[in-house]
């Protein structure tokens, strides 16, 4: 009675009345039942480790192993000792775990005796009686109590590799040298073989140390070895070059862990992985395929296939694939989201968007899988709810400049021009010597029609910019326009930017007639203005993160880049049309020094009703006439 009321305090995390009640119950128990009493020592210990009394808790847990010694019992209170940081103690209980008796009777009982008889003897009429025996140690050799025999001994292992994890880097001056203490204890005990996984262990502790060169050095040790540490050797071997990006060096030691072990699942998907980056996918989905035939529950091969599938387009079967390991591990977000974009090449946008849904509840600020799924519904051409994942995303991570472009390219579309010059000025501080979203802040201005501002910014610009001739261009079109005394001053310096880059495309042709004999003057000086302008705007490229990067494959839009660069030109074109009949030389001579046009041609209008295209954006701009009655005194 007490012990149980003792047990219901403890599930109350009401420690000191557990105590009091396990005391209680011990008293009351004979000293005949050995093993009772030592459970409720346990639980009284427990209770004083849950306290943090851990000197209490030692003390009884000394004696329970100077009674009966167990694993679990040197366990804790080697963890005792590692809380009040008694190293003497540590090495000594250590040395006592590798004593305790696991109650295992001869395991050379199940080795077969002819192998040890002489010859003569194999040729005597007493053979058949021990070929009988043979028979019956492959019967029993399978049976519970050798599954049994073997899990416990198994047990016994892994402890004694969690307590030297745990010990080795507080023991001696370092983990090295702590190491090194505990395997020379196991060379003394009857955990012999189990010096080489520790020695692993080492080589793994210098990995998280990142120590490279002394985990390559201890995993080296292993290659002549037995085939299983051989093996595990040549599997952490691999997949540490893997990790470098030294694959030859990977392949080496992947081909080393099958020769010694043919069936390892680990080796097995090591040598898919380096298939599948030298864009073998077919062989590398081999690998996959041999290393779930060794072990189907192997989730390494079972992703990896997948992704190996999706690459060769074979989106069922790698839809099958990833499918299986979602039944394993339901809520990890890689995997859904690779089951969101499957679903999405495949067409079914409906089940796609389900995967989203439980995505996002588990990575709800995922500002890229926001970004992703504005793009997906922009596809499909939905817009407003595009613009709500993209937002959102914008609130989560401000600094995607590609959001930022989308964003300001969907106001531009509305209309709104003053929300879109808050995102432009936002890339302005993302990306300050970028002459671009300091244009479209203007023309922005331009177009809500606040001239003056639109001034000043065009000012600022050719301070910082004073070679760009788009900029002076609409200086002096503003100046011309309310016949301000500036305008002789702009127009000398667009003169001068015209000349300087002239002389710029004349030295790139020069130098590319010299490389190129047959390259024409057309494709000469398109290619040059090419590179003065900076280069194309698409050739902008996404920022990439972890998560973006191994997840995302496909190619973005860029509709948003493309209507950005529709805007600039038709803000350069709207300069050079001729207002209200006139010729094009009749404004002024620095008028016709670019002809630019849109490559997808001339768009039809649309009512205003409804959410415009992408590319209306180049007739919305493409107006842009000032009129005298709105210019400022």
Known sequence: MNVNMGNIYFHQEKYDRAIKMYTMGLDKISNTYNMTRIKVMQNIALAFVKLKQYNDAIALYEQILQIEPDLRTALNLILCYFKVGDRCNMKYTFQRLLKVDLHLDNEDRYLPQSASLPDDYRSSPALNEDRKYESILEVIKNDELWWYEKDKKAHAESVIRRVA???????ELNFNHGYIWCIEQTMNSRYLELQND?????????????DF???????????????????TAGVNLSFLYFLEGDFVQADRYADIALAADRYSPAALVNKGNILFKQAQ?????????????????????????????KQMNRLEESLDAISKIHAILPANAQIIYQIMDIYERIGSFEQSHDSFIQLQGLVPSDAFLL???????????????????????????????DVIEWLAAYYIESQLYEKSITFFKQAVLMRPNEIKWQLMIASCYRKSGNFQKAFEVYKKIHNKFPDSIECLQFLVRLQSDTDLPEADMYMDKLDKAIKLREAKEQRLLSASRRQSPSLSLVGGLNESRENISGGSFRSIRRSSTPFRASRISKTPSNSSLRSLQDCLESERECELRTPQGLSRRSISPYTSIVNYSDALGPTLDRPRTRTKNR??????FADDVANDDRIPE
């Open 165 to 171: 994890k745990i010990i080795a880097p507080v023991v």
């Open 198 to 210: 520790l020695k692993i262990d080492k080589a793994l502790m210098h990995l998280r140390q990142r």
């Open 213 to 231: 060169h002394k985990a390559i050095e201890t995993l080296k040790s292993f290659e002549n070895k037995g085939s299983k540490i051989a093996c």
């Open 281 to 309: 996918l077919e062989r590398a989905r081999d690998c996959y395929l041999e290393a779930l035939q060794d072990d189907p529950t192997c989730v390494e091969a079972l992703y990896n296939l997948g992704l190996a599938a």
């Open 371 to 401: 970004q992703y799924c504005g793009e997906s519904f922009e596809r499909i051409g939905d817009k407003s709810q595009a613009f709500s994942y993209y937002y959102d995303s914008f609130k989560h991570y401000p600094c995607n400049i």
């Open 615 to 620: 590319n209306s954006v180049v007739n919305e």
